[in-house]
T-cell receptor
Framework: GAGVSQSPSNKVTEKGKDVELRCDPISGHTALYWYRQSLGQGLEFLIYFQGNSAPDKSGLPSDRFSAERTGGSVSTLTIQRTQQEDSAVYLC?????????????FGPGTRLTVT | DAKTTQPPSMDCAEGRAANLPCNHSTISGNEYVYWYRQIHSQGPQYIIHGLKNNETNEMASLIITEDRKSSTLILPHATLRDTAVYYCIARLKGQNFVFGPGTRLSVLP
């Protein structure tokens, strides 16, 4: 079946602009995660959604970052007033549920470059 | 999450077994050990996970010591396509995954 998809695959934006990154999880997966990965670094957790529960936003680095998940499916990560340090690959993952041992399935990521 | 430590890099000859160690000395009784890998320019890929018993699937084997303070991921016959960064994660049910720097495995021809 279809895996996790993300769009766009690449995004170049000017400093100060807002960007939206999209994630389509695997159908039926109730948990959705956002991570970012700077060049040569490990993955940094940003936020996760589980069903209709309030999202865990503990990993968001600043209030310029926000995310929504509409209808329990598609999610959008928004970065306002982008800065050069926001340049990274943004990865989305989904799993059957977060409250279990189920593994996460990752999308290909969106490479964001802030100039 | 229990902190895990892994060697930053390892080499393995093609066709030989790759044994990737992971220390998780502070792991709690309910934390599972997960392994993921990330091939260059791709998202992480799930490999295997376990709690107490050794596990095997089509990709790899996971050997967990009796005291659960360490584990080893075994790729029985490494190929060039297994070159990747391998992440060992200890995680409670419901917790977020915390990815450290991992081990960069280079499979050499």
């Amino acid at each position: 079946g279809a895996g996790v998809s993300q769009s766009p695959s690449n995004k170049v934006t000017e400093k100060g602009k807002d960007v939206e990154l999209r994630c389509d999880p695997i159908s039926g997966h109730t948990a959705l995660y956002w991570y970012r990965q700077s060049l040569g670094q490990g993955l940094e957790f940003l936020i996760y959604f589980q069903g209709n529960s309030a999202p865990d936003k503990s990993g968001l680095p600043s209030d310029r970052f926000s995310a929504e998940r509409t209808g329990g499916s598609v999610s959008t990560l928004t970065i306002q007033r982008t800065q050069q340090e926001d340049s990274a690959v943004y990865l989305c993952a989904s799993s059957l549920a977060s409250g279990t041992i189920y593994e996460q399935y990752f999308g290909p990521g969106t490479r964001l470059t802030v100039t | 999450d229990a902190k895990t430590t892994q060697p930053p890099s390892m080499d393995c000859a093609e066709g030989r077994a790759a044994n990737l160690p992971c220390n998780h000395s502070t792991i709690s009784g309910n934390e599972y050990v997960y392994w993921y890998r990330q091939i260059h320019s791709q998202g992480p890929q799930y490999i295997i996970h376990g709690l107490k018993n050794n596990e095997t699937n089509e990709m790899a084997s996971l050997i967990i010591t009796e005291d659960r303070k360490s584990s080893t991921l075994i790729l029985p016959h490494a190929t060039l396509r297994d070159t990747a960064v391998y992440y060992c994660i200890a995680r409670l049910k419901g917790q977020n995954f915390v990815f450290g720097p991992g081990t960069r495995l280079s499979v050499l021809p």
